[in-house]
């Protein structure tokens, strides 16, 4: 099994790639880490409670992270794109108990020191967190297995700004930090991931089949996020699942992505190009090796992301 620690900034896309592990039979989900991003910390950390509680699985750890970028600013959410709470029209009830102000990343370390060399951690929101923890303590960082980060824009237009994709741009500093510092990085780039439609058609298929409350709850959302869609890029023809062809990355579902090895940079010091990703795809420029040296995805299989997607959530 693929022992994974998904970083979720719990929006409907994240909450996608969440149930995919949650469905998936090669996954142990050894935590969830929830992060700021599309909606606050506590709301990223109560959807992910919500969704480990509808698929009885409230045993996997799921961690305080990060409530703001490296840079101290103030975050901004997307309601408008997820949803009030993060689930479009779903409300998680909100749990008894109170989230602690900081960070846990006693708990985060304890996760990699409980299994050495097996964790692959994926990112789906900003990676603060992530750079943060390669701060603190490399020592147990270095058991990581591999690091999967949804994120940048190879291709302009980005998507919150015309040059950037949102979970660089979100904390551009330690997206910039963990493309240098982490080793066995894999970067899956919005230009790949809004290839990675869901269309309505596939949604009700994925809603007729649906057995259980976890899967139940796609439908609502993706409705949601469909209607956000068609204001962002009116006639699109389904949701973009950014994150969640992140963590099928992480699950190396064959064929799915090619990939080119390039360093890479985030602008964090930007005036005009704030969170712009930049790697040299020039045709004469070399790939560069070893460890340090991120995997970027440049191309989707459509065909075997639409095979995969259905074939994972439409088990009972
Ligand atoms: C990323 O930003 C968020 O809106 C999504 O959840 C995804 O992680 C796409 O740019
Ligand atoms: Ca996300």
């Given amino acids: 099994a693929n022992k994974l620690l998904v970083f979720a900034d719990t929006g409907i896309d994240d909450a996608m790639a969440i149930i995919y592990a949650l469905q998936h039979p090669d996954v142990e989900l050894a935590g969830i880490v929830g992060d700021f991003g599309n909606v606050s910390r506590d709301q990223a950390l109560r959807n992910a409670s919500y969704l480990l509680s509808l698929a009885d699985r409230k045993g996997v750890p799921v961690i305080a992270g ?6 101290g600013e103030e975050p901004e959410f997307f309601p408008d794109i997820h949803g009030e709470e993060g689930l479009g ?7 008894a108990e109170r989230y602690a102000n900081r960070t846990n990343f006693s708990r985060l370390f ?6 050495p060399n097996e964790i692959t951690i994926v990112v789906l929101g900003r990676c603060t967190t992530l750079a943060m ?3 603190i303590n490399p020592a147990v960082m270095k058991r990581v297995k591999a690091t999967f980060l949804m994120g940048g824009a190879f291709l302009v237009p980005g998507n919150e700004t015309e040059l950037a994709e949102a979970n660089f741009l ?13 080793p066995n990085v894999t970067i899956v780039p919005l230009n790949v991931t809004r290839d990675a439609l869901l269309t309505p058609a596939d949604v009700n298929l994925i809603d007729s089949k649906a057995t259980t409350p976890l899967l139940r709850t796609i439908k609502p959302m993706l409705d949601f996020y469909y209607e956000s869609y068609q204001v962002l890029e009116p ?6 699942q950014h994150d969640l062809t992140a963590l099928m990355a992480a699950m190396e579902v064959p064929n799915l992505l090619s990939y080119k090895r390039r360093n890479v940079q985030v602008e964090d010091q930007g005036r005009y190009s704030s969170g712009l990703s930049v790697a040299d795809f020039r045709p004469a420029s070399a790939a560069c090796s070893g460890p340090y040296c991120p995997r970027i995805a440049v191309q989707l299989d459509f065909s075997v992301f639409r095979a995969n997607v259905l074939d994972i959530l439409t088990r009972s």
């Fill in 66 to 71: 990060a409530t703001r970028a490296l840079n």
């Fill in 89 to 95: 029209p779903i409300r998680p009830p909100v749990p």
């Fill in 110 to 115: 304890q996760v990699i020191k409980e299994n």
């Fill in 133 to 135: 923890a390669w701060m």
């Fill in 170 to 182: 979100g904390d551009a500093t330690a997206a910039n930090f963990v493309c240098a510092h982490a």
């Fill in 235 to 240: 006639g699109i023809q389904g949701t973009p």
